[in-house]
């Protein structure tokens, strides 16, 4: 190892010439720095103009569409939640609504079934009380048959015996009855 | 009906009173009357006019008439009696028309004209019937 620093410095030592030559030797070209400048100004000008620029300007663009595109994904989204909302509602609303006309079906079947119900009820009951009519018609008339029936018997069987019955004396004093009865009739 | 139509009636309607007032007695009377009457008629006439005159003849008839019908024994002294009543109380004179019937079993039926009036045991038993 101390070799090894033994030769770097024999080598720095030999060095150290050639770089204080360099140093006296190394001068700076005013002319050739302020060309060199400008063609690097021009450089960077034409890149501007022809590279940064357009590039910058398709970067805006793009990022104006996408700035316009989260909008309109944002406003589309408020108008999917907003026609969420409104289908909910107008959900609600239907389910109401045919709630309603159900109940409505119901309450009208309800009363058209009272209504039959009732018709029906009357229409029975008039023909239980015509039933009942024409049996007592029936049985009134029966009863006025056989009254009369009865009726005729009796006067046949009275007539009858009467007629065998009764004594002369007794006709004669009836007719004597009869015919002043008669002679009294105004 | 025509002027003269009418007065065949009147005519027919007099005559008609007549002979129901004066009974048999007047019949040869009234035939020969009729016959004046009918003379000039056609044959459709006179018969028309010899039915209303029968027609006529039959309801004064029933009016100068009464019937008696009776069942059992009837007295004339009760006969005489209903005559005379009836009489005075249509206004003219009856002719009595006497028919026994035992269907009144016992009592008597008068009729004159329309009317009828009866006191009889069937009658009565009618009523009863009716009443039953």
Not at chain 1, 150 to 167: D, G, H, N, Q
Not at chain 2, 68 to 92: F, N, P
Request: hydrophobic content about 40%; charged content about 30%; glycine content about 4%.
């Amino acid at each position: 190892m101390l070799d090894t620093f033994h030769i770097l410095a024999s080598a720095t030592a030999e060095q150290s010439g050639v770089v204080s030559d360099m140093v006296n030797n190394f001068g700076i070209n005013w002319k050739i720095l302020l060309v060199q400048g400008l063609n690097f100004a021009v450089l960077m000008a034409l890149l501007y103009k022809f590279a940064f620029k357009p590039v910058l300007s398709t970067i805006e663009e793009r990022q104006n569409k996408i700035s316009s595109g989260l909008k309109y994904a944002e406003k589309m989204e408020k108008k999917l939640d907003e026609a969420e909302l409104k289908q909910t509602e107008m959900l609600h609303e239907a389910s109401l609504r045919s709630q309603e006309i159900i109940q409505e079906a119901r309450d009208q079947a309800k009363a058209l079934l009272d209504k039959e119900t009732q018709a029906a009820t009357t229409k029975v009951e008039q023909m239980l009380e015509k039933g009942r009519l024409a049996t007592e018609q029936e049985r009134q008339k029966i009863l006025d048959e056989a009254r009369q029936e009865i009726a005729r018997l009796v006067v046949m069987t009275s007539s009858k015996v009467l007629s065998t019955e009764l004594s002369d004396a007794q006709k004669t004093a009836f007719n004597e009855a009869a015919a002043k009865e008669l002679s009294s009739v105004n | 009906m025509s002027g003269t139509d009418a007065k065949l009636h009147k005519m027919a309607e007099m005559l008609a009173e007549y002979a129901a007032q004066e009974g048999e007695s007047c019949v040869a009377e009234v035939v020969e009357a009729l016959k004046k009457l009918m003379e000039p008629l056609s044959h459709g006439q006179r018969q028309e006019f010899f039915r209303a005159f029968r027609r006529r003849l039959r309801l004064k008839l029933k009016q100068y008439q009464l019937n008696i019908e009776y069942a059992g024994e009837l007295s004339d002294a009760h006969t005489k009696d209903l005559v005379q009543k009836y009489s005075e109380k249509v206004g003219h004179d009856l002719t009595p028309v006497i028919t026994e019937n035992p269907d009144l079993i016992s009592g008597i039926r008068l009729q004159v004209g329309d009317n009828v009036y009866e006191a009889s045991l069937a009658e009565r038993l009618r009523r009863l019937s009716a009443r039953v």
